[in-house]
């Protein structure tokens, strides 16, 4: 049955039937509501608002369900107030609303729904199951009366159970609305029991947080009052700092150091740790080494680079003779850096014999580059742990060489030479070669993780610098890591000018003398090198040049004398007989004889190639200590020669008539090479055919079945050494014309250069024709 009451909008409050309580009314609309009720059996319909906010609700800012309620008392407080006490009777839904001014008044239905009957044994289910629900609440929550549950527990009406739960659990407006708007009783307990579960949950969670923080609280405060008792006692003992003394002192140095973020967390919970250890704990040692490590680091230091090309290359020339392609290659890295600025440092590694002045000149790199210089010997590392450092688990862990290299250069941008790379090996330790993959890859050193720091290191901005004597073995992924840049051995020239410019000038002074005591010109100086040295490099050399400056000074103190002339008549008496010797061109042309040339890792050399003939059956015999390669290029020659026979005017049928015995002297040196074949080749055709070979012709090269000449390497060296020897013609592979610039312009100027593609070029320009 519809009826007709003044209607009240509630702001953020919502009445359930069964429910007696307070609220203030201040709008004028309200009160003029409430006036029409008292004048009217006291009867009001209330209902909450959408919007707690909305001033003055209109028909849509208000719920459909409401309350049908009794007005119980009206008071009058100071202003315009009005403290009014109700009682809700009975859900209602808005049908129509009657009169919007000045007040509310609306036909409202009520809900017949809890007139009917249920089955009573799913009522009284429900109803316990309510009940018990609530109760657990009631524990949990602490904001409700324990008397409320015992009330709710004796009431039978199960919408009144409903309803006062409902009302006394601290719900959303929104979802006091939904219980409200059921009107079906059973389908309400339904919802408030989904409700009190979720609210319940809540609250156990809320309670392990207080637990836990409460826990937090109580141990802060013990080791609070803890600590405390602990500077007492080291008071007492008149050890006023102890360890948190000297933890604010680390603390102190973290403020200042800048570290990035993961080292600055590292630290502290390190410090935390020692914080907690006994003093005289042999772990705390371990972390003070440890926090001390972090700060020793440079990780935000770094020197200013001097991009200053043409003083780079005045320091470069001034420290090392030669070594045209590293200089060269310093200078691009240089100028890219100057436009770039970010310019992530290259590696490069110098591949060459030993003495050649690959270590040396990382020192002069890092002169010119204004950067921090340190050596890292690889020379027989075959542990892993060397390169990325031990695992802070075992006893004496220290960080890798790497990660010390940088405390030892102070910057994060140092040069870093990597000396003898190719002597790493390996065994059941770890594999070091495979550790320095990270370490040499711009791709992924900007992350480096050491063992022991177990923290992100940017290798990035350091310059790496390898040395090997030899590819060979350095593992290929490794290799590809590295722009490699080859050093040959030092030619006769280069020698004399290093010793002259360097090595004599450092052994006069440390041998206590002056250029005034010794005197000694350059050709002296080629005499030591030519016949008292055979190396790449000039270890040796400066070795002979000190010996000679010690035997001076003994004269000059012995003798009384103040200047020593060392010539070349005089220098057996200082250096003793000679060591070495080195071929010169034949006297004269000679049949079956041709001279090659030669490379080894010491230089070049003259080879000669001696061939006789014999009555036989076609044997082709070989001697002279020889590889695979040349023995290969004898037969090949032979083939060739059997096929021109014709136009080499040579007896067709010489193999079933002729043994033919190739021999190389110097038989104890081996030799091996593609550069030997052409030269074989020449002296077989001239003992066959009777025509001499010139002696002021030398070769090299290597031949193929058809005759072709192939290319061959090391001509620089050859050429030095068959000027030497007084060669006035070279013969060598056509391929190989672009490599003539490279030999020194007083050479190329005094020799005639034969570029040959064929054998017939050869044989032209070696044979002496009648």
């Not at 826990?215 to 050890?239: C, P, S, T």
């Not at 021999?663 to 030799?671: D, M």
């Amino acid at each position: 049955m519809a009826k007709t009451l003044p209607l009240l909008p509630l702001r953020g409050l919502t009445v359930f039937p069964f429910m007696t309580l307070y609220f203030d009314v201040g709008r004028e609309k309200s009160i003029k509501a409430l006036e029409e009720a008292m004048i009217n059996d006291q009867m009001i319909f209330l209902v909450a608002q959408k919007d707690a906010s909305t001033d003055s609700p209109g028909e849509g800012d208000i719920f459909n369900i409401g309350t049908i309620s009794k007005v119980k008392q009206l008071l009058k407080l100071q202003g315009d107030t009005i403290r009014v006490l109700v009682e809700g009777i009975s859900r209602a839904e808005v049908k129509n609303i009657i009169q919007r001014e000045p007040f509310f008044i609306a036909e409202v239905v009520e809900g017949h729904m809890e007139e009917e009957s249920f089955e009573p044994n799913e009522v009284e289910a429900l109803k316990r199951r309510l009940v018990s629900v609530f109760e657990d609440y009631v524990k949990l929550s602490g904001k409700v009366s324990p008397d409320t549950a015992l009330t709710v527990s004796e009431i039978e009406n199960i919408s009144q159970v409903s309803d006062i739960i409902a009302n006394n659990i601290p719900l959303k407006v929104e979802q006091k609305q939904e219980i409200l708007s059921e009107f079906h009783p059973l389908r309400r307990i339904e919802r408030l029991l989904k409700i009190i579960y979720q609210e319940t949950e809540i609250l156990e969670i809320e309670k392990d947080i207080n637990t836990k923080v409460r826990k937090q609280i109580d141990k802060v405060q013990k080791e609070y009052y803890l600590r405390e008792q602990i500077k007492a006692i080291q008071n007492e003992l008149g050890d006023r700092d102890g360890v948190s003394g000297e933890v604010e002192e680390y603390k102190a140095r973290l403020e200042k150091a800048g570290l990035p973020e993961e080292a600055e967390k590292k630290v502290l919970k390190e410090l935390d740790r020692l914080l907690k250890m006994p003093s005289g704990s042999a772990e705390g040692s371990v972390i003070r080494t440890y926090v001390d490590w972090i700060f020793d680091l440079p990780w935000n230091k770094s020197t200013q680079e001097d991009i200053d090309l043409a003083k780079a290359e005045e320091i470069l020339e001034q420290d090392h003779y030669g070594l045209a392609k590293v200089k060269e290659r310093i200078i691009e890295y240089l100028a890219v850096h100057k436009l770039k600025n970010n310019l992530r440092g290259p590696i490069l590694c110098l591949v060459g014999p030993p003495g050649v002045g690959k270590t040396s000149i990382a020192k002069s790199i890092a002169k010119a580059l204004n950067r921090n210089y340190v050596r890292i010997s690889l020379g027989g590392v075959k542990d892993e742990s060397e390169i990325r450092g031990h695992r802070r688990t075992y006893v004496g862990s220290m960080p890798g060489r790497i990660i010390s290299a940088l405390k030892q250069a102070g910057s994060n941008n140092p040069l870093i030479l990597l000396d003898e790379i190719d002597k790493m090996s390996s065994d059941f330790r770890g594999d070091p070669a495979s550790a320095m993959l990270e370490v040499l890859d711009a791709e992924q050193n900007f992350a480096f993780r050491d063992h022991y720091l177990e923290l992100p290191f940017n290798l990035s901005n350091a310059l790496f610098l390898t040395t090997a004597n030899s590819l060979e073995t350095i593992p290929r992924p490794l290799l590809d890591r590295m722009e490699v840049i080859p050093l040959s051995s030092y030619t006769e020239e280069d020698k004399a000018n290093i010793a002259m410019k360097y090595l004599l000038p450092k052994q006069i002074e440390l041998n206590g003398l002056t250029r005034k005591n010794l005197k000694i010109d350059e050709e002296t100086i080629r005499d030591i090198i030519n016949f008292y040295t055979r190396e790449a490099g000039v270890r040796n050399l400066e070795r002979e040049i000190g010996s000679v400056c010690r035997k001076v000074a003994k004269t000059i103190v012995s003798e009384n004398k103040r200047v020593v002339t060392v010539t070349k008549s005089n220098l057996e008496k200082y250096l003793g007989i000679k060591k070495y010797r080195f071929d010169f061109a034949n006297e004269k042309d000679q049949v079956g004889i041709a001279t090659g040339l030669a490379w080894t890792p010491v230089g070049g050399d003259t080879l000669s190639i001696e061939v006789n003939l014999m009555n036989g059956n076609g044997k082709l015999e070989l001697t002279g200590h020889l590889g695979d390669v040349m023995k290969e290029s004898a037969r090949a020659a032979m083939s060739y020669i059997r096929s021109e026979c014709k136009d080499l005017k040579i007896d067709e049928s010489f193999y079933e008539k002729k043994d033919i015995h190739i021999h190389v002297p110097e038989g104890a040196i081996p030799k091996d090479g593609p550069s030997a074949g052409i030269t074989l080749a020449t002296a077989m055709v001239s003992a066959l055919s009777g025509i001499p070979v010139s002696r002021k012709v030398a070769m090299t090269g290597e031949i193929t079945l058809r005759g072709r000449v192939l290319p061959i390497g090391g001509l620089k060296e050859k050429v030095l050494a068959a000027h030497r020897a007084g060669i006035e013609t070279i013969i060598l592979p056509v391929d190989n014309k672009k490599d003539i610039d490279e030999i020194p312009e007083n050479v190329r100027a005094s020799l005639k250069f034969i570029c040959a593609s064929d054998m017939k070029t050869v044989l032209k320009n070696a044979l002496v024709k009648a």
